[in-house]
């Protein structure tokens, strides 16, 4: 099931509608959606790595527009809206940590968990509760999202063969792995903080 999947993916990251896909996904990670953008920007960049940076420049835009919208999640409806997607997740702890740290050291969560796959909409949603500066916020978004799909999609494009062959010998292992880091983000973010 798992290579019809992924042959599905590769066939689909090749596909007319790939970057839309990839855009629109993007953009929901960073205020509502589980699902990191990566699921569509590693087989794009595998399957036409010319293209490897208008992929990371697609993300990272559409991450940061996404962004926005959990950033006004926070600000205007954090009580009606917010909060929900944050107990959804089960991150309340963590979102309440993370409104703390806002008041000492809101740039620096942004930097730093921007670059991570720890779900970034509960920063962009606390960063909005906490009513940290807007422009701040954009530009740190910018840099970290913007570092992140771009050393991901520059390793795909710089060693995208090996890469793929990598995955197709070990996809079921990878997806396991993926699925345990996924899974393990939510729980280490809900017990950590």
């Given at each position: 099931m798992m290579r019809r999947l992924y042959n599905w993916i590769m066939t689909q990251a090749a596909g007319p509608h790939a970057t839309a896909v990839l855009a629109f996904l993007s953009f929901l990670e960073s205020?509502?959606?589980?699902?990191?953008?990566?699921?569509?920007?590693?087989?794009?960049?595998?399957?036409?790595?010319?293209?490897?940076?208008?992929?990371?420049?697609?993300?990272?835009?559409?991450?940061?527009?996404?962004?926005?919208?959990?950033?006004?999640?926070?600000?205007?409806?954090?009580?009606?809206?917010?909060?929900?997607?944050?107990?959804?997740?089960?991150?309340?702890?963590?979102?309440?940590?993370?409104?703390?740290?806002?008041?000492?050291?809101?740039l620096w969560i942004i930097l730093i968990k921007g670059l991570t796959p720890i779900p970034y909409k509960v920063v962009t949603i606390a960063s909005g509760a906490a009513q940290f500066d807007l422009t701040v916020f954009i530009l740190a978004s910018i840099a970290t999202r913007g570092a992140r799909f771009s050393i991901e999609a520059l390793l795909l494009w710089a060693f995208g063969e090996p890469i793929r062959e990598f995955i197709d010998k070990r996809l079921n292992q990878l997806t396991w792995i993926f699925l345990a880091c996924l899974i393990g983000g939510f729980v280490a973010i809900r017990f950590i903080f």
């Open positions: 205020s509502v959606f589980p699902i990191p953008p990566d699921v569509m920007l590693v087989p794009m960049c595998l399957a036409n790595r010319r293209r490897a940076g208008f992929y990371a420049l697609v993300c990272t835009v559409s991450s940061v527009v996404g962004g926005l919208l959990g950033y006004a999640i926070g600000f205007y409806l954090i009580e009606s809206v917010g909060r929900g997607i944050i107990r959804f997740y089960g991150l309340e702890h963590a979102f309440e940590a993370y409104q703390a740290m806002f008041q000492d050291w809101g």
